[in-house]
C-alpha cells in the first residue's frame, strides 16, 4: 500500500480527484431514508462520469480473491432501516459522525467501502474524534479524496456505531454539492487505502461486530422518480424490508469471475423485447448504487483472436451496446452522451430482460428512458427521450461486461449479504411504474 499511497498523495497534491425461504429474526426495525440528488460537480456528461467510475473500478482488480457463497447464503435478517434521499444522479443518506453528532450528506455506494467525510462540510473534532495518525486516499475515476483516518462515533438513523474508521478529507476533488461517500461494498476494497495498509471495517462490519444487527446484510429500496431532490428511498441495516418488496427475493453467489468478483458482482444475460434479442451474452459485471446508468459494453477486436479459437466463424466481437443501439433504433446524443429516441420510438420501445440465476427481471420501457422532467439535469433537451442504458466505454470479455446501477436497481429490491457473498433481488410495486 505505502508505494502506491505516496504515489497517490504526490499526483493529487500536484493537481491541486441463490433462492431460498428467508429466515427472519424478529428485531425492532429502524427507518433510515436516502434521497437521490443532481449531481452538482457541473458533469454536463453522465455517461462520461459514469465510464471514469467504470474505468477505475475495473482497474482495481484485486489477486487472490475467491467469491463463495455460504450453505446458508438465504439466511436474511430483520434489520435497521435508515431513509435516503433521491438526487436525481446519485442517491445520499444523512450520516451523523461524532458526540454530538454534526449531519453529513453521503453517496449511498456499493461500489466503494471506505466511508469518509470533508468533501463539503468541514469534519468537527469532538469528544468521540480520535486522530489514528494514518493517511488515507481513494480514486473514484470521477473523483477523488487525501487525507487523514480517523475513528469517530457514526449514527445513521437509530443505528450509533461507536469507534467507526472515517477518512476526513483534506483535498477532495469532484464531490461538490455533497460531504463524502458512505461505503457499502466488500471490505477488501479498503485494503491498503490507507499509510498503515490492511483493511478497514466498513460500518456495515463495524455495526455487526458491535451487535448492533444479526447480519453483515444491507437492503436497498430505490424509488423512481421526476422530482430533483425527493427522500424517497431505504437502507436496511442487517436485513431486509419485506414491506418494500412484491415477491420473493432471489439469491445468487457473487461472480467469480475477476475483476467484478471483487465488488457486489454477478452473472448476467440481457436480451430484448418478445423476440428475445441477444443484447448481452451471459458475462460477469457488477451491481452499483454509485453509478447512475445501466452500462454495457462494446465489442473490441482486440480481443477477437482469443475468441476465433472458440468460434472460427467470428468475425467481429458481440458489441451489446451496438445490439441496444440497433434494437432500439436510437441515435447517439452529443450532448447527454446518451441514446436519444423519437416519440414514435419510445411507441415502439420493448423491455429488456436481465437474466440472473434462475430469474428474468423485466426493465420496462418506462425504466428504459431518463425521467422526462429531469432532462435538464443531463444537459437534454426539455421534450427529449433518453435511454439509460449507455455504452460502458470497454470491450466485452474483460471480465467486468456491465454495471447495473441506480436506474435499474430503482425498479427492484437490491440485497448485499456481505457475509454470505451473495446478491439479492426482487420486484417491487415500482417494477412496472410508468413514472419517467
Known amino acids: 500500500m505505502k508505494p502506491f499511497f505516496t504515489i497517490f498523495a504526490i499526483t493529487a497534491a500536484a493537481s491541486v480527484a441463490v433462492s431460498a425461504n428467508p429466515i427472519v429474526v424478529r428485531d425492532p426495525i429502524v427507518t433510515f431514508s436516502i434521497a437521490r440528488r443532481f ?20 482497474a482495481r482488480s484485486q489477486a487472490d480473491k475467491v467469491a463463495s457463497i455460504d450453505t446458508a447464503a438465504s439466511k436474511i435478517f430483520s434489520g435497521i432501516n435508515v431513509p ?22 453521503l453517496i449511498v455506494d456499493t461500489g466503494s467501502s471506505n466511508t469518509w467525510v470533508g468533501a463539503g462540510k468541514a469534519y468537527v473534532e469532538t469528544s468521540s474524534s480520535v486522530d489514528t495518525g494514518a493517511a488515507v486516499a481513494v480514486s473514484y475515476g470521477s473523483g477523488f479524496f487525501f487525507g487523514e483516518e480517523y475513528t469517530d462515533t457514526i449514527t445513521v438513523g437509530h443505528l450509533v456505531v461507536k469507534r467507526q474508521s472515517i477518512g476526513v478529507a483534506v483535498f477532495a476533488s469532484g464531490f461538490n454539492g455533497v460531504d463524502g461517500i458512505l461505503g457499502l461494498g466488500p471490505v477488501d476494497l479498503t ?5 498503515t495498509g490492511g483493511e478497514i471495517p466498513t460500518v456495515v462490519d463495524s455495526a455487526f461486530a458491535e451487535g448492533l444487527i444479526h447480519a453483515k446484510v444491507v437492503g436497498v429500496s430505490f424509488e423512481p422518480s421526476t422530482k430533483a431532490s425527493v427522500t424517497n428511498g431505504e437502507l436496511t441495516f442487517g436485513g431486509v424490508d419485506y414491506t418494500k418488496v412484491a415477491g420473493p427475493i432471489k439469491y445468487v453467489p457473487i461472480t467469480s469471475t475477476s475483476p467484478a468478483s471483487d465488488y457486489v458482482g454477478i452473472d448476467q444475460s440481457i436480451t430484448y423485447g418478445s423476440s428475445r434479442t441477444l443484447i448481452l451474452s451471459a458475462t460477469a459485471g457488477i451491481t452499483d448504487t454509485g453509478t447512475t446508468l445501466v452500462l454495457i459494453a462494446s465489442g473490441s477486436s482486440i480481443l477477437l483472436a482469443h475468441f476465433t479459437r472458440v468460434n472460427p466463424k467470428l468475425k467481429t466481437l458481440p458489441d451489446a451496446f451496438a445490439a441496444y443501439q440497433k434494437a432500439t433504433g436510437g441515435v447517439l446524443d452529443g450532448n447527454t452522451g446518451l441514446l436519444k429516441i423519437t416519440v414514435d420510438q419510445f411507441a415502439k420501445l420493448e423491455s429488456l430482460f436481465f437474466h440472473i440465476g434462475g430469474t428474468t427481471y423485466e426493465f420496462t420501457p418506462n425504466a428504459q428512458i431518463w425521467p422526462r422532467a429531469l432532462n435538464a439535469a443531463i444537459g437534454g433537451d426539455a421534450d427529449g427521450i433518453y435511454l ?26 437490491y440485497v448485499y449479504d456481505s457475509s454470505n457473498s451473495c446478491v439479492g433481488l426482487a420486484k417491487t410495486n415500482f417494477t412496472y411504474a410508468k413514472i419517467n
Open 39 to 58: 449531481n452538482s460537480t457541473g458533469t454536463a456528461n453522465i455517461v462520461k462520469a459514469d465510464q471514469a467510475r467504470a474505468k477505475v473500478l475495473k
Open 84 to 105: 435516503v434521499t433521491n438526487q436525481a444522479t446519485f442517491y445520499t443518506a444523512s450520516v451523523g459522525v461524532g458526540t454530538p453528532p454534526t449531519s453529513y450528506e
Open 191 to 195: 485494503d491498503n487505502t490507507t499509510s
Open 388 to 413: 439509460v442504458t449507455a455504452d460502458l466505454g470497454s470491450p466485452s470479455g474483460e471480465g467486468f461486461d456491465f454495471i447495473d446501477g441506480y436506474a435499474f436497481l430503482e425498479r427492484f429490491y
